[in-house]
């Protein structure tokens, strides 16, 4: 049945001619990759969505949190209050805006999951890309090593690490990508070895091309797709490791905040202080979701085969 | 297939000493079992800083101690020195592992058994009502973190018993202090006590896992062979059963036993939140005591765990799927 | 499956297993066995519903063989998808297809059941995914056979021995507990034709089944096909974009393009007299064995997008014969050299005692625009 995937302009073979005058009614303006991408990920509503909701809690995190007229720490008169219009996420015990608590929060969680998205991806894709590239000897030792560090529960070693090195945001954001990375590398890997095999990198080589031409015009433009998608994600399973870290006591610490951090606080009084437990739970499900929305229609973006098939 | 399995058993002997190296490695590095006594004000006394140094071999390189600590566990199954000096690491673990392991291997199977069913209930029922709720409510389980949802169910179950004026659903540790009597009554208090742990642990896992069956679902039901079966007039059950899901079922055995470890470190939050007496709390008093013999063997018996999954889970990949087998 | 039809069908009739009682189910050759009545299908898309197959009406008589001709795209093997009853859930399927006094797209899945495999069977175009790769080929026949007769399952792998040796496959007895993966792609083939026989049906189409193979088993596989023919008497619908596939093969040929057919006619009505400037096009594009050719003439461009159509025929933007009626009016199928050869073409007159190179400009195969083809391949 492969016939009717040929039928959408989109899905044209790259070396079909399109030889003006020919088909001039049947042919859409040839689109470029991007275009495609961007196309596609618009077309995903989810993801648009959630784009939007995230940017706004971006921006309700930076700047909201700078013209909000209590900073966050600061103690004001009105203790263990239920939201308001004045307060509204409500105060803690000692009188701190909840909703300055939770943006201060929001901001330090982003920072660490970006942080740790950007530094294993960058860790992960270089060693997955290094042993599938070449193979051998040289993938089955790097792989092995990847496989140890999978082989731990990572939110137990990073506790271990965090208890020693930890307490700010930095070096909580290094313990978690110096785990991270191993994923990122096997995906990294799987992507280079299919790609190796493709006809278009063979013919490369058969030119003559060298291994960093095909490496840089080769594979990285065509693995990018996956890249940024594990990108994505790994933002959101950053934020869940941070702020569990961080509840169980080993992540940031205070007078810094965190979400999880302040979930950990709320918990003492759960029954006469529900808004402190349910606000920053809300907020870090709201960033984790939509972050992998929009790793679904950024998928879906760069490999509508995958999730479509045939239908 | 005996070679087969042979061989795979054999493979993962030196993976395990390599992981109890490093396992030994990491825990010596992560903390110094002694600053709690340095850091004492007064401090303790030169005298018994150095007893300690010497009880817990701290004396000795890292090499050298590594050795003497595993051939110890291997010769008189001895885990190494706490710094509680009365505590004996191996006996603590023991019961504490049957707490946890009978908290993860019913979470897993609950998993399991509802990411099937969705899974392939939504992929046979493609882009209709039941597969947007399905999906949606998968992706919010995943984006939830797992102490969140512990705490969420646990004020449930406090809200249920405050309603019905008695503790109907156990909220507290994993069992009842003292245990009742009969084993009935005690298996009923143990599984009592299961209950919401285990929602919570499973709910997490369920998530990921019923997205994985519906894309490897879809993908079966969309291949060559699913529609030569359906070519040869086989009923509708047949061809799920038979020939979809048996052979879409197979990679979910993978990503089980890859998703162990992380299962374990949601084992650990999870008793957090519930009090529980299990493997968590015990990790999570060795690292806060810097207790380094304590957090290695903690992270030998978990590394342990999971290379005897993936073990179970590469064997039964072999019986499942001819291809592996005469590979 | 020689192109002269009655000797052939005389030598079915003889053939052994197929005079007894599945011979008087079976009827007289040249009644018609399937008949396929403006069959139209349609998938949605982002850009508004494809129309892959436009309006196909044509008959099957028993034991002839049946050529489909067209480029990817032209709707060839969903034309067949439909009738097995095979397209996702998502495609409009409208038109009838009466197979047997029934019309098969109204029938319920279960009673569907009862006729897929067991009177209409199918082959597929690429053996290496076709079988389902955790199962024995013994127990993929024998499935075959237990869907529609109440055997043992030692009486089904007895009857797959007995397919595998008349589809060729050497120790078949040892062959049937292998596994998919360790046959060749030929091999493979041969399995899954030897389920399309297994229950001797009246039709087997065979949807491209040589595309997927290499160039030396395909001959192996076409005359495996024509053992299963003869073995079970069955009509053959061969659909295929290979011209000389069908060329030795079927009694009549019919020439899809853009989900409708463009013409159709006996072998030699198609071959020798085309009305239409695309069949014409593909015999140019055929290499001859019979007389020396100094070089191809390909048809320039690419089948057009059934997606939002303009009005006209499907063909003008790449056929040189093109007027403004061409871009107008989209042609019928009309009668052109007797009743039985028809074609879509406004022009059909004017294609008489023409060839290919004639018509179409072979200047498109030219250095400069092979050149130019091969930059754009690199992108």
């Known amino acids: 049945m492969p016939e009717h995937t040929v039928t959408s302009p989109e899905t044209r073979e790259p070396g079909t001619p399109v030889t003006s005058g020919v088909d001039r009614e049947f042919t859409v303006a040839e689109r470029s990759q991007t275009q495609l991408v961007l196309r596609r990920f618009l077309q995903h509503r989810a993801a648009v969505i959630s784009l939007g909701v995230l940017i706004a809690v971006i921006l309700l995190a930076y700047v909201g949190g700078m013209l909000w007229k209590y900073g966050a720490g600061e103690i004001t008169p009105d203790n263990s209050q ?135 015009r080769h594979l990285v433009p065509n693995a990018l797709g996956s890249i940024l998608v594990n990108l994505t994600i790994l933002v959101a399973l950053a934020i869940l490791l941070e702020t569990s870290l961080s509840f169980l006591g080993f992540g940031v610490q205070a007078p810094d905040t965190s979400l999880g951090l302040l979930v950990s606080e709320a918990q003492t009084a759960l029954t006469t202080r529900p808004w402190l437990f349910y606000f920053p739970g809300l907020f870090i499900i709201i960033i984790a979701l939509t972050i992998n929305f929009i790793g679904d229609g950024l998928r879906d973006a760069f490999d509508p085969q995958q999730t479509k098939v045939r239908q | 297939m005996l070679a087969f399995a042979l061989r795979r058993v054999l493979v993962s002997i030196p993976v395990l000493l390599v992981a109890s190296f490093i396992v030994f490695a990491l825990g010596a590095a992560s903390a110094n079992p002694l600053a709690p006594l340095l850091e004492k004000n007064p401090p303790a006394p030169p005298n018994v800083i150095a007893a300690e140094t010497v009880r817990l071999h ?174 040869k007039g086989l009923s509708r059950r047949t061809v799920m059963v038979k020939h979809a899901l048996r052979t879409a079922l197979i990679p979910l055995t993978t990503v089980t036993a890859l998703d162990i470890a992380s299962i374990i470190g949601g084992a650990v939050v999870t008793e957090f939140v519930f009090q529980w007496k299990g493997l968590g709390d015990f990790f999570l008093n060795a690292v806060r005591s810097n207790d380094t013999y304590a957090t290695s063997s903690w992270l030998l018996v978990s590394a342990v765990v999971v290379i005897a999954f993936n073990l179970i889970a590469d064997l039964l990949y072999g019986v499942l799927d001819p291809r592996i087998r005469h590979a | ?290 007389r020396p050719t100094e070089r191809l003439t390909p048809i320039p461009g690419s089948p057009p997008s059934v997606v939002n159509m303009p009005p006209g025929c499907p063909f003008e933007p790449r056929c040189p014969k093109a007027t403004d009626l061409c871009r107008e009016t989209e042609p019928e199928l009309r009668e052109t050299t007797g009743p039985e050869h028809l074609a879509a073409c406004h022009h059909a007159e004017s294609l008489v005692g023409v060839v290919a190179d004639e018509v179409f400009d072979a200047r498109v195969a030219d250095a400069d625009t092979l050149a130019k083809l091969a930059s754009e391949g690199e992108k």
């Open chain 3, 1 to 290: 499956m020689t192109s002269s039809g009655s000797v052939h069908h005389e030598e079915i009739d003889l053939s052994p297993g197929s005079g007894d009682a599945a011979g008087t189910r079976r009827g007289r050759a040249g009644d018609v066995v399937l008949e396929v009545r403006d069959l139209s299908v349609s998938f949605p898309s982002g850009d508004g519903p494809v129309r892959a197959v436009r309006g196909v009406d044509y008959v099957l008589r028993r034991g002839e063989v049946l050529g489909i001709v067209g480029e990817s795209g032209s709707g060839k093997s969903v034309t067949s998808m439909a009738i097995m009853g095979l397209l996702p859930t998502t495609a409009t399927v409208t038109g009838q297809v009466l197979f047997d006094g029934r019309d098969l797209l109204s029938l319920s899945e279960n009673a569907l059941n009862g006729i897929r495999g067991a009177r209409v069977a199918m082959i597929f175009q690429d053996p290496m995914t076709s079988l389902n790769p955790v199962y024995t080929i013994g127990a993929q026949i024998a499935e075959a056979v237990r869907a529609h007769h109440d055997v043992s399952k030692e009486k089904a792998l007895e009857r797959a021995v007995e397919l595998l040796e008349t589809v060729r496959i050497p120790n078949a007895r040892e062959r049937i507990s292998s596994f998919p993966h360790e046959l060749s792609g030929g091999m493979r083939q041969r399995v899954v034709i030897a389920i399309a026989m297994a229950n001797d049906p009246d039709v087997i189409i065979a949807d491209e089944p040589t595309t997927a193979l290499d160039v030396t088993v395909q001959a192996q596989i076409m005359e495996a096909l024509q053992v299963a023919q003869d073995a079970t008497g069955a009509a053959m619908v061969l659909i295929t974009h290979d011209l000389g596939v069908i060329a030795g093969q079927a009694d009549r040929v019919m020439v899809m393009y853009a989900g409708k057919l463009v013409e159709s006619g006996t072998a030699e009505d198609v071959f020798y007299t085309p009305r239409m400037p695309y069949t014409l096009g593909l015999l140019g594009s055929l290499p001859r064995m019979d």
């Open chain 2, 58 to 231: 701290l004396d000795q390189p890292l090499i050298p101690r590594y050795f003497s600590w595993l051939g110890g566990l291997i010769l008189h199954g001895d885990f190494g020195p706490s710094v509680t000096s009365t505590m004996d690491i191996g006996a603590e673990l023991g019961p504490r592992f049957l707490v946890t392991i009978r908290l993860i291997a019913l979470a897993m199977v609950i998993a399991l058994v509802l990411a099937i069913v969705v899974g392939v209930l939504t992929a046979v029922k493609q882009y209709s009502k039941t597969d947007y709720i399905a999906t949606f409510l998968g992706f919010l389980f995943l984006a939830m973190p797992s102490f969140w949802l512990a705490i969420l169910l646990k004020q449930g179950g406090i809200a249920v018993n405050g309603a019905v004026g008695y503790p109907a659903i156990y909220t507290i540790g994993s069992a009842s202090v003292p245990p009742p009597t009969g084993f009935g009554a005690n298996l009923a208090d143990i599984l009592g006590h299961m209950i919401l742990p285990t929602i919570a642990l499973a709910l997490i896992s369920y998530a990921s896992w019923s997205r994985f069956t519906r894309a490897s679902m879809l993908e079966v039901l969309n291949s060559d062979y699913v529609r030569l079966a359906r070519s």
């Open chain 1, 82 to 216: 239920p939201p308001s219009w004045d307060h509204p996420f409500g105060t803690d015990a000692v009188g701190k805006d909840e909703f300055a608590q939770v943006l201060r929060g929001t901001r330090i969680s982003l920072q660490v999951s970006v942080s740790v998205a950007i530094l294993a991806t960058l860790v992960g894709t270089l060693w997955g890309s290094v042993a599938g590239y070449f193979g051998g000897w040289v993938d089955s030792l790097m792989m092995r090593i990847t496989d140890l560090v999978l082989t731990l529960p990572l939110i137990a070693v990073a506790a271990m690490l965090a208890h020693n090195f930890g307490g700010t945001w930095y070096l909580i954001a290094a313990v978690i990508a110096g785990l991270y990375w191993a994923y990122v590398s096997r995906v990294a890997r799987g992507v280079v070895l299919s790609l190796r095999e493709k006809e278009f990198v063979e013919a490369a080589k058969a030119l003559g091309a060298t291994d960093t031409r095909i490496i840089l």
